[in-house]
Structures are given as C-alpha cells and as structure tokens.
C-alpha cells in the first residue's frame, strides 16, 4: 500500500518561497507520475506539476516561472518550490501519485499540507 | 482543456438516483476520471478511464460517457455520499479538473 505524507512550513511570507517535500513509502517510485496539486480554502482543485523519473518535468503553464519540482529518489521524496508568493497561493497542497500505466487517475495523495501565505 | 461541472450544488434524497454531468472543451480521448472528496480530506478516485470502477468503491456508483460529455451516476443514495464530486481529464497536461459538484443527502 503506497502512503504520501506532505512536510513543511505551515506558514510562508509574502515574496518568499514556499517549499514542501512528499515522502512515500510502502512501494517503488519507478513507473508512476508524482504530482503536486492545490485546493485553496473552499475551491476547487488545481494542478501545479509533474515528473517521471527518468523522464521529464512537466509544469501548469500558469504556474511554471514561479515552480520547481525536484526528487531524491535514494530517499523516495519529492519537492516542491514555489517562488514569489502571494495570499493567492495560500492553499492545501496535496502530493498525489498517478497511475499512468494503469488507471491514469490520482490513485495515491497524501493527507494535504495547509500553507498560509501572509505576514 | 476546462472541465464544466453544472450544477456546483445539488440535493437528493437517501434512495434516490443522481446523475452529475462534466463536460470538456475539447475531445479528452476516455482520459476522464470522477473523484469524491469530503471536508478535510484528500480526494479519492472513484471512476477511471469514464467507466471503470476502483477497487474497493462500491457498485452504486458508475460512469458514462465518451468525447466530450460525461457523467457519473450514483445510485441508491446513502447519507455518507454527501460530498464534493470532481471530474479530471488526463489526457493532456496540464490536467484539468472540473469546479466541483457539492451533493447534499437530505
């Protein structure tokens, strides 16, 4: 049974960045998307990125000047940063693993990390 | 690709049927997938690929479709279906979700 867990900073400022990791256990990283997703408080659900390991990166255009996704895949974890924030990227963000060989859906997330941007 | 979910709230009945619509603005070729999510939790994939099942989810509900519209249907309404339905189009980046369809079980 895969299991994500979300870690970071609860609280970010203004013009900072904000930065979280995934940890997965209970299974391999290899042959599966790993994806960052966002609800703000009371909306709907947005996707900010992807990666394949030993594949690419993948970024929502409406976000990619500001995100960077990464991986340490010797300690099954992957990163977000998100650069230059403002009140509206104040949300939960989810880490979630698709399936792209089976399903192609989100069959994995991790339990969400509440971020507030403010000062 | 935007995914329309009309309407974002509804009201059923325990017992009743419910049909909740999603549609795309282009051809999303079967990479349409349906999601619960309750308050405070992450969603949970309940129909992959419009039509097939995840485990574990039980038979009342299903999903139809092909194209550009979809639905998913749950049958025999039970008060733990109260909840916010998402629609998700896989086929191409960035993946899109639909805006949510809050079901209330009276």
């Known amino acids: 049974q895969v299991q994500l867990r979300e870690s970071g900073p609860g609280l970010v400022k203004p013009s900072e960045t904000l930065s979280l990791t995934c940890t997965v256990s209970g299974g391999s990283m290899n042959g599966a998307y790993w994806s960052w997703i966002r609800q703000p408080p009371g909306k709907g659900l947005e996707w900010i990125g992807h990666?394949?390991?030993?594949?690419?990166?993948t970024y929502n255009p409406s976000l990619k000047s500001r995100v960077t996704i990464s991986a340490d895949t010797s300690k099954k974890q992957f990163s977000l940063e998100l650069s230059s924030v403002t009140a509206a990227d104040t949300a939960v963000y989810y880490c979630?693993?698709?399936?792209?060989?089976?399903?192609?859906?989100?069959?994995?997330w991790g339990q969400g990390a509440l971020v507030t941007v403010s000062s | 690709i935007q995914l329309t979910q009309s309407p974002s709230s509804l009201s059923a009945s325990v017992g009743d049927r419910v049909t909740i619509p999603c549609r795309a603005s282009q051809n999303v070729r079967g990479f349409l997938n349906w999601y619960q999510q309750k308050p405070g939790n992450a969603p949970q994939v309940l129909i992959y690929l419009v039509s097939s099942l995840q485990s574990g989810v039980p038979s009342r509900f299903s999903g139809n479709g092909s194209g550009t519209d979809f639905t998913l249907t749950i049958t025999s309404l039970q008060f733990e279906d109260s909840a916010t339905y998402y629609c998700q189009q896989s086929y191409t980046t960035p993946h899109t979700f639909g805006q949510g369809t809050k079901l209330d079980i009276k």
């Open positions: 990666f394949y390991i030993g594949g690419s990166t």
């Open positions: 979630a693993r698709q399936d792209y060989h089976g399903s192609g859906s989100y069959d994995y």
